[in-house]
C-alpha cells in the first residue's frame, strides 16, 4: 500500500492512497467466501451458490464492504506510519479502480495541533485568601436589611437625594415619541407608570435623579439628558432625549434593627449569630469556587502567553458559531430585540471568534498535558459522570447512557472529562499564593 501525506497550514493534510492490485484482490476474495458461507439464494441450498452467482447478486454490497476495508485500512495505517494526529479522516474522494485492479483516492484529513508544551508544573497563581471578609458580611446583613425596609410616605418637603420615587414618565427626542423616531423598540427608555426609583447617581441614567430634586407629589417636570457616546443603542448616541415625568410618590425608607428579630424574619427559628454563620458559610463556598476559578483562568492565561500554534480552520469556524449562539440567547435572555441583535452582529462575531479560538487552544493544550501525564478516563469514570447527569435531569440513567451512544457523543464526553482531570491536575501542581491586594474576578 502505497501512502502519501501532504501536511498543509491550518492543520490540512492531503493524505493519498494506492492499494495494489493484489491486496484488492485479496481482500474481495474474503468478503466474497463470507458470501459464498452465508448467503441463501432461491434455487440453491445454503452455502453452495456459485461464485458468479453471488457476485452478480450481492455486487453493490460487496463493493461497499470492499472500499470501506481498505480505507480504513489505509487510515489505520497512515496512522501508524506518518505518525499522525488525526482528528477527521475526512471523506475519500476520487476513489478509483484502475484498469489493472488497484485503487486509488484521496481524502482531506484535519490533523490535531502542533504544540510544544512549555514547563507547566509549579506556574505561579494569584489569589485572595479563603476567608470571607467580615466588611462582606456585614454587606450581606445590610442587603437583607434593605429587602425587609417599610416604605413610608415623606409629608411636608420636597423630593432629595437618597429619598424613592414613584414616578410616571414618557420620552421624546427631537420632538418625536423615541420608538418612532429610532423605529425600533426603546425599552424601559420609552416610558414607564409607577416607577420606583431611588435617587441616587447610580439609578436610571447618569444625571436623572438629580433633577428630580425638589419636586413634590403631583408635580411634573421635564428632565433631558444627553446621552454618552458608548450608549448602547446607536441612533440616541450624543443625542438629548426629554423625559415628561410626573412625581406620584415620595417615599422613605425604615430600616429594621439588625438583631435576633431581624433574624428569624430572613430565615425562621434563626437567631442573629446563626444568620451570621449561615451567611459566611454560603459565602465561604462561593468564594472557594470563585478562587477555584482564577486559578484555572490564570494557568490558561500562562499557557495562552507561552504557546502559539495553529487551529484547524474548520473547528474554529463551528466554535464561533456556537460562542455566537451562546452570546446571542444571553441577550435574548437580558431583554435584547432581534434588531439590537442584528445591528451588533458584526461585534457579536467579533467577540464569538475571540473566544473560540482562546476556548480551542485551551483545550488542546489541556489534551496535551493529559497525554503526557498518561491520564485517563476508565468506563467506570464515565458510567458515574453520566449517571450523575442524568439524575441531575431526572430522567434514568440506563437510557440517557443509551441515548448518548446512540447519537455518538461519549467520545466527547470522555474527552470532557479528561480536560477536566488535566484542569486539577494543573491546579494541584501549581504555585498558589494568597495575597490581600487580589480580589475576585466577577463570572
Not at 476495508?69 to 477527521?88: G, M, P, R
Not at 476520487?94 to 490533523?111: A, E
Not at 458510567?383 to 440513567?397: C, D, E, F, G
Amino acid at each position: 500500500m502505497n501512502l502519501v501525506v501532504d501536511k498543509q497550514p491550518k492543520c490540512v493534510a492531503i493524505l493519498r492512497v494506492e492499494i495494489p492490485a493484489e491486496k484488492v484482490q485479496t481482500q474481495r476474495n474474503q468478503i466474497v467466501g463470507n458470501y459464498l458461507g452465508k448467503a441463501r439464494i432461491p434455487g440453491f441450498r445454503p452455502g453452495k451458490a456459485p461464485r458468479a452467482v453471488i457476485e452478480k447478486r450481492f455486487e453493490k454490497d460487496i463493493a461497499e464492504q470492499l472500499h470501506e476495508k481498505l480505507v480504513n485500512e489505509a487510515y489505520d495505517t497512515a496512522l501508524k506510519q506518518e505518525s499522525l494526529k488525526v482528528l477527521d479522516f475526512g471523506t475519500p474522494e476520487d476513489l478509483t479502480t484502475l484498469p489493472d485492479g488497484s485503487i486509488t483516492f484521496v481524502s482531506k484529513m484535519m490533523l490535531a495541533p502542533e504544540l510544544a508544551l512549555p514547563e507547566y508544573k509549579n506556574i505561579t497563581v494569584t489569589v485572595p485568601p479563603s476567608a470571607v471578609p467580615e466588611e462582606e458580611i456585614q454587606a450581606q446583613l445590610t442587603g437583607l436589611q434593605e429587602r425587609l425596609a417599610e416604605y413610608n410616605d415623606i409629608q411636608g418637603r420636597p423630593a432629595a437625594m437618597a429619598d424613592f420615587a414613584v414616578i410616571d414618565y414618557t420620552s421624546t427626542v427631537e420632538g418625536q415619541p423615541t420608538e418612532e423616531f429610532l423605529g425600533t423598540p426603546a425599552g424601559y427608555l420609552t416610558g414607564r407608570e409607577g416607577f420606583w426609583l431611588r435617587l441616587d447617581e447610580q439609578a436610571f441614567l447618569p444625571g436623572f435623579a438629580a433633577q428630580l430634586v425638589g419636586m413634590t407629589p403631583g408635580e411634573s417636570r421635564e428632565i433631558t439628558l444627553t446621552l454618552p457616546g458608548d450608549f448602547p443603542l446607536a441612533g440616541l448616541q450624543d443625542r438629548a432625549i426629554v423625559f415628561s415625568t410626573k412625581l406620584n410618590e415620595l417615599k422613605q425608607s425604615v430600616l429594621p434593627e439588625i438583631n435576633d428579630d431581624f433574624a428569624s424574619r430572613v430565615v425562621p427559628g434563626k437567631t442573629l449569630e446563626e444568620l451570621t454563620d449561615l451567611i459566611r458559610e454560603n459565602m465561604r463556598h462561593e468564594r472557594l469556587r470563585k478562587i477555584a476559578d482564577m486559578k484555572v483562568n490564570q494557568i490558561i492565561a500562562h499557557f495562552s502567553s507561552q504557546v502559539d500554534f495553529e487551529l484547524p480552520e474548520e473547528l474554529v469556524i463551528q466554535e464561533t458559531q456556537n460562542q455566537a449562539d451562546a452570546m446571542v440567547r444571553r441577550g435574548v435572555q437580558s431583554g435584547m430585540s432581534e434588531d439590537d441583535i442584528e445591528s451588533q452582529q458584526a461585534d457579536i462575531f467579533a467577540s464569538a471568534g475571540q473566544q473560540a479560538v482562546s476556548n480551542l487552544r485551551s483545550n488542546f493544550i489541556l489534551q496535551e498535558v493529559a497525554s503526557v501525564e498518561k491520564l485517563s478516563v476508565t468506563d467506570t469514570e464515565l458510567v458515574n459522570h453520566l449517571t450523575h447527569v442524568a439524575q441531575s435531569r431526572k430522567v434514568a440513567p440506563k437510557k440517557f447512557i443509551k441515548d448518548m451512544q446512540r447519537a455518538g457523543r461519549l467520545p466527547s464526553i470522555r474527552g470532557s472529562i479528561l480536560v477536566g482531570k488535566a484542569i486539577d491536575f494543573l491546579v494541584e501542581h501549581a504555585h498558589v499564593v494568597e495575597s490581600e491586594e487580589a480580589t475576585l474576578t466577577e463570572d
